[in-house]
């Protein structure tokens, strides 16, 4: 049985775990809007917020879908997974329902499943969004931020895909996102099964990274055709910088896995202090290694890490820089009034004039010859 659960909330939580479903990883959605909820028909436990359809990117509404119905909200998810020792909480930033609701049940789930850990996938949005979804992405980012006990914190960037692929849709986007993201801890969570003779990196090893408090990364890089230990650890920085998650900006790694699969003879190329060298060594690192014939390829897994502040600062800059036009938008929202420069016209639409009767004795004095 898989020992991490996947719970999506609103649109993109939702499609996240239904790749999860896929994945062999349990998996459940909450949503304000059921016909959202609907189409992921990998995931079995569904739970929609009765009297709620959507939350129309306002975070208010979601938080107050948490509010009235916490109770039966962490019913739900009690009931939802069984065994396991980790929960990741998936949801995108810039919406309403998964950006208002998770914070404050990722808080109170941290209280209401004692021994699992709960961590975060949070999707940040791509630079073509506008004011409103950036203003929401980081007022989640901000709440999440603030979580005490919470574990890995994925941030799902996708701007990095947009990056990669300018050309493409937003659903191919989002599809790959998803996919890769999940499939980067599918992996991760594939290599505990495995044994080797060399060094094993177990599930105690993995779960040690996850529970770290801070930003996590996982990304891999194949190393065929490479020849020396500075060109490794060139492979595995760029493939840091070209992940799913936001780039590394900063040092101050916690603790971070290093996974090599492949040949024995390019195993001895793998250095750990030129690794590290731009991140900063951690304070613990787990290691494994498993020999095989298939392309050389080694995965790291970055914990504890701060916020990207550049990325988040991009985030914010254009709020920053359309301030004053942004805020007259609002009070003309409350203000504008249209007037009409023909008003006066209107009175030749008066009512029709009233007959006047007059006395039969003035008619007739009226035609007097
Ligand atoms: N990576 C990824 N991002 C997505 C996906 N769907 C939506 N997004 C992102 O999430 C934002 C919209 O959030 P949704 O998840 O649709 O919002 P919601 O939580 O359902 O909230 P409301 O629709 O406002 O009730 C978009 O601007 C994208 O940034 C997805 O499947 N994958
Ligand atoms: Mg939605």
Known sequence: ??????????????????????????????????????????????????????????????????????????????????????????????????????????????????????????????????????????????????????????????????????????????????????????TVLQVTKKSSFYGNFDETDLMNILGTRGVTLISSATITDVKTTSEVSSKIQQSWANSIFCPVESTGVIRAGLIYEGPEKMAKLINVPSIFERVGEPLELFEGTYISESDPTITTILAGMPFPTRRLLALEESLEKNKDRLQSLVNKEQTQKYESRISWASNLKAKTPQRQTGSVSSKLSKYQR
């Open 1 to 186: 049985m898989n020992s991490i659960g996947i719970l999506g909330v609103g649109q993109a939580g939702g499609n996240i775990a239904e790749i999860a479903s896929t994945m062999g990883f349990q998996t459940a959605l909450i949503n304000t809007n059921q016909r959202d909820g609907l189409v992921n028909t990998r995931v079995d436990r569904k739970y929609f917020v009765p009297g709620f359809n959507g939350a129309g990117q306002d975070r208010s509404i979601g938080l107050r879908a948490v509010n009235e119905n916490y109770r039966e909200i962490i019913d739900f998810v009690q009931r939802s997974f069984k065994n396991i020792k980790l929960l990741f909480v998936a949801f995108s930033t810039d919406g309403g329902t998964g950006s208002g609701m998770s914070p404050l049940l990722i808080d109170l789930l941290l209280d209401q499943l004692p021994g699992v850990n709960i961590g975060a996938i949070a999707i940040v949005p791509d630079r073509n969004v506008i004011a409103g979804n950036r203003i929401n992405a980081t007022e989640c980012i901000e709440e999440i931020s603030k979580i005490d006990s919470l574990s890995s914190l994925f941030l799902v960037d996708n701007d990095q895909m947009r990056k990669l692929n300018p050309q493409s849709s937003k659903h191919q986007i989002y599809l790959s996102s998803n996919h890769q993201v999940m499939e980067a801890i599918h």
